[in-house]
């Protein structure tokens, strides 16, 4: 929602998680001053202020909306598979780490 | 229907919607088209265990009506020799021999420096500590290419790095293999003779005919390089073999619409291929205003694709190396060396570029970051760093972790994800993130386009197309592939 020269968004944190809203926030710092509270029951309220005027801030509010999701996924997909990415770049550097372990044994 | 009624279980699989029937792809890259009206029997487990439909599910490891370990056991045979690329740690090793250069291309992403500047020559100390720490890697190929800049113009170094790599592998008796980039201006009798003499290959750049190649590819004082380049190409092909001269294209502005002249350019010159390139969002090319949109890129490929297929239906082998790639990771079993689409990406573990003053980094378009002040994927310096610290290090390890398109949001999810990879560099370069945001990343749609375009051809079955396949994935020549499939 545009109030006057601010954006103010409320996330439902029965959705989000704080990470994600922390990190969507994070990410606007770039063009705006930003700020995350809570307000009443499951919601958190984010407030942008542009860093300059001539933003914007229609765009800026679905660019926000679009990166929540996005930060949402690479949490859930976090928890979803991060014992494959283990998996996976253990076995990466797995060459690398049997020579460390030939070095060793020889000295 | 509970579980124990079901007549059989389905196994990890990945799906999409093609048409109007449905794709299924297995963990190790094994696809299978079926109707919606099956999908939809399938998944309400209403399928008869003796349909044609149902063994052909089986035989891709969709479905098992047996207890799931088999299949599961050979379903993991399969996936590790889809991803048995992560043995070869690491196999090419890029030594920029200097940052001088006798052109100026206007997409030019690894910044050169004017030809009198030896201070960004690599030095043979340099050279020496580099070729130590590449004879480190746990790989049994070790390719060694020569970039720069122009390596011809440091060539001392070119020779010292071949005759001590040469000396070391006496010990280390690795699958050894030099490859020289150049663009072959400087390229003379002494030159030559080295090259055949310590078997080293050639890749080149040659951007189609004159007027395409010349429209970017430009010495420093501004005039064209097509016609000695031509010449060139023609010398170094007679003394060191066809097969020992390779080049390359890079597609902008200027051609992107000729792409059917740049393959009759590449068939006039000799070349048995040609690898359609897009340009890369670095250096001078966003400078210069190079690119073009991803619609019009798909478009032009496909185009040529299609006459690149006809020219061999038309009796005359040559092949689309990008297509080849990923029909290889299609229709093979096989891994393939290709580090650019992996996953996790190739970026230090499948190749490492050495910098003139002994930087190390994932890729040389890292090592343009750098020079753009970001050095977030420098692994370390050779004369600073053991190989351990550089390889094993924090930089390799992110970059590694944030690469894995398993687990990377839209491609954890992709049936394409087997035949697709990432890119981890460019995905810091264009949009500031090591993941990326595939919805809005230009090298997301171009891989996913072709990959649907090539799985598209291969749907529609048709014998003289999958020949043709077949020969470029063998690298044999049509008439051959025909044969063998009469007997």
């Not at chain 1, 930003?34 to 942008?48: K, Q, V, Y």
């Not at chain 2, 122009?150 to 000396?167: D, G, I, R, S």
């Not at chain 2, 394409?416 to 990879?421: L, R």
């Not at chain 2, 809005?440 to 375009?453: A, D, P």
């Amino acid at each position: 929602m545009i109030k006057g020269y601010e954006l103010v968004i409320r996330i439902d944190m029965s959705i989000y998680d704080k990470v994600a809203a922390l990190k969507t926030c994070y990410v606007f710092q770039d063009r705006c001053h930003t700020s995350l509270e809570p307000d009443s029951g499951t919601i958190m309220i984010a407030t942008l202020t542009p860093k300059k005027e001539s933003l914007d801030l229609q765009k800026i509010e679905d660019e926000f909306l679009d990166e929540l999701i996005d930060q949402q996924i690479r949490i859930e997909n976090d928890k979803l598979f991060s014992d494959t990415r283990k998996m996976i770049v253990e076995q990466a550097f797995k060459p690398i780490s049997y020579a460390e372990l030939k070095t060793k044994i020889r000295k | 229907m509970t579980f124990k009624e079901r007549a059989y279980s389905i196994l990890p699989c990945r799906f999409m919607r093609f048409g109007n029937e449905r794709l299924l792809v297995n963990e190790a890259g094994e696809f299978i088209f079926i109707s919606e009206n099956d999908f939809a029997r399938l998944r309400h487990y209403q399928l008869d265990i003796k349909d044609e439909i149902f063994l052909n599910l089986k035989t891709r490891h969709i479905v098992t009506d047996t207890d799931p370990a088999l299949p599961i056991y050979l379903l993991a045979t399969k996936y590790r020799t889809k991803k048995s690329f992560l043995n070869d740690f690491t196999a090419l090793h890029i030594f920029i021999i200097t940052l001088r250069c006798n052109q100026k291309c206007k997409y030019c992403q690894a910044s050169s420096e004017d030809e009198t500047r030896t201070e960004y020559d690599m030095s043979i100390e340099t050279a020496k500590k580099s070729v130590d720490l590449v004879f480190k890697s746990p790989s049994q190929a070790i390719k060694i290419e020569f970039q720069g800049g122009e390596p011809f113009l440091n060539f001392e170094t070119v020779k010292y790095v071949v005759q001590y790599a040469q000396k070391l592998n006496k010990v280390y008796r690795k699958n050894l293999k030099f490859v020289v980039c150049t663009n072959l201006l400087g390229l003379n009798d002494e030159i030559l003779n080295y090259l055949a003499e310590h078997k080293i290959w050639i890749s080149t750049s040659l951007d189609g005919p004159k007027e395409s190649h010349d429209a970017n590819r430009i010495t420093r004082k501004g005039s064209g390089t097509y016609d000695i380049v031509r010449k060139n190409i023609q010398i170094a092909q007679d003394k060191l073999g066809i097969d020992r001269v390779s080049a390359l294209m890079v597609t902008t502005r200027d051609n992107i619409d000729k792409l059917n002249d740049v393959v009759d350019e590449y068939i006039n010159q000799r070349f048995n291929s040609l690898f359609i390139r897009t340009i890369h969002p670095f250096g001078r090319a966003v400078k210069e205003k190079l690119g073009y949109d991803v619609d019009s890129f798909i478009k032009n490929y496909e185009k040529t694709l299609d006459y690149i297929i006809k020219i061999n239906l038309d009796g005359l082998s040559f092949s689309e190396q990008y297509a080849t790639i990923i029909l290889n990771k299609i229709l093979t079993p096989f891994a393939t060396s290709y580090v650019d689409l992996q996953s996790p990406a190739g970026t230090g573990i499948s190749c490492a570029v050495y910098g003139y003053d002994g930087d190390v980094f994932v890729s040389d378009e890292a090592r343009m970051l750098s020079k753009m002040g970001d050095n977030r994927f420098l692994m370390g310096n050779v004369h600073k760093n053991s190989y351990h610290g550089i390889f094993n290090g924090k930089v390799i390890r992110e970059t590694i972790e944030n690469s894995c398109v398993e687990t990377m949001p839209l491609c954890s999810e992709c049936a394409f994800q087997m035949y697709c990879g990432a890119d981890p560099v460019r995905n810091c370069s264009v949009q500031s993130d090591l993941m990326g945001h595939r919805p809005t990343s230009e090298f997301h749609q171009i891989n996913y386009l072709i990959i649907r375009h090539l799985l598209g051809l291969i749907k529609k079955n048709d014998r003289d197309i999958m020949n043709v396949f077949w020969s470029w994935i063998t690298n044999r020549p049509l008439k051959e592939i025909v044969r063998s499939k009469r007997r």
